[in-house]
C-alpha cells in the first residue's frame, strides 16, 4: 500500500505547471488534495481537470501566498474540508529576469514575497496542524537557482538562495516532531513560468511530471530516512 494513500496533501500553486502534475501524482495514490492559486477561476479549472466534479478528494480554493491572512484561511479551509493535513508541498512561485537596475521595486517584492514569505506563511500555520496528525511531511519547491546566481537573476536567486537557508534551519527545527523537510531544486522545466507566460522549445528540458516524482519518491521513502535536498536537472542539456 502507499505510504500517501489516504493522506491529505495542500498543494500551493496547483493550478498548473509542477503544481498541477504533482497534485495529480498525488491524487493518483490516493491522496486527498487541497490546492490554491491566485485565481478562482485557475482552482475551479484545475480542480474540473483533476475530477472534481467527481472526486471528493479534490478542493481548493483561491490564495495569494504573499498574504499571511489569506494563507490562515486557506488552511482553515483545508481544515474544514478534510479535517487536517500531513503533506505541504510550497509550489507557488513566479520569476522575473531583469538586470538589477532595470528591476522594478515592486517586481522585486513581489518576488521575495511569493518565493520565500510566502513559503514562511504556509509552513507558519501548517505546523500546528502537522503536529496534531502527529506529524508529516513538508516540500519546499527551490530550483537549482538557489545555487547558481547569473546575470538578470538576482531577484530570482536571492528568492531562492534565502529558500535553501529557510529550508535547512526548519527541517532541523521541526525533525523531532515527526515532521520532515526537503527541498527540491529542478534546472529548466518546460513550463509556462517566467516572462514568456508560454511553454518555451525543447525536449532536453525536464517535464513538470518529472519533478512530481520526485516528490511521490521522498513521500514514498521510510520515515527513518530523509533526503533532505534534492537537485534535479536534465540528464542532458542544451551544448
Given amino acids: 500500500m502507499s505510504k500517501i494513500e489516504g493522506k491529505v496533501a495542500l498543494v500551493t ?4 505547471g509542477i503544481g498541477f502534475a504533482i497534485a495529480q501524482a498525488l491524487l493518483a495514490r490516493g491522496a486527498g488534495v487541497f490546492l490554491c492559486a491566485t485565481t478562482n477561476k485557475g482552482v475551479d479549472d484545475a ?10 478528494r479534490v ?9 499571511h491572512e489569506q494563507v490562515r484561511a486557506m488552511m482553515r479551509e483545508a481544515e474544514r474540508a478534510f479535517g487536517g493535513i500531513d503533506i505541504l ?16 521595486p515592486d517586481d522585486w517584492r513581489a518576488m521575495i514575497e511569493t518565493n520565500l514569505s510566502g513559503v514562511f506563511y504556509c509552513c507558519r500555520e501548517a505546523i500546528p496542524v502537522l503536529k496534531r496528525r502527529g506529524g508529516g511531511f513538508i516540500i519546499n519547491i527551490g ?6 546566481a547569473f546575470p538578470g537573476g538576482a531577484a530570482y536567486n536571492a528568492s531562492k538562495f534565502g529558500l535553501v537557508g529557510f529550508s535547512e534551519a526548519l527541517m532541523q527545527e521541526v525533525r523531532f516532531d515527526h515532521i520532515r523537510v526537503s527541498y527540491v531544486m529542478p534546472g529548466s522545466v518546460n513550463t ?3 516572462d514568456s507566460g508560454a511553454k518555451s522549445a ?8 518529472d519533478v512530481a516524482d520526485v516528490v511521490v519518491h521522498l513521500l514514498e521513502m521510510d520515515k527513518r530516512a530523509l533526503a533532505s535536498r534534492v537537485e534535479l536537472r536534465p540528464s542532458e542539456p542544451r551544448k
Avoid: H, P
Wanted: glycine fraction near 20%.
Fill in 13 to 16: 500553486g496547483g493550478a498548473r
Fill in 192 to 194: 509556462a513560468f517566467g
Fill in 89 to 104: 508541498i510550497n509550489n507557488a512561485g513566479i520569476g522575473k529576469f531583469q538586470n538589477v537596475e532595470e528591476l522594478a
Fill in 59 to 67: 478542493a481548493g480554493m483561491a490564495c495569494d501566498v504573499r498574504s
Fill in 143 to 148: 530550483s537549482l537557482a538557489g545555487k547558481n
Fill in 202 to 209: 525543447g525536449d532536453w528540458k525536464l517535464q513538470a511530471g
Fill in 47 to 56: 480542480i474540473a481537470r483533476l475530477g472534481g466534479d467527481r472526486d471528493s
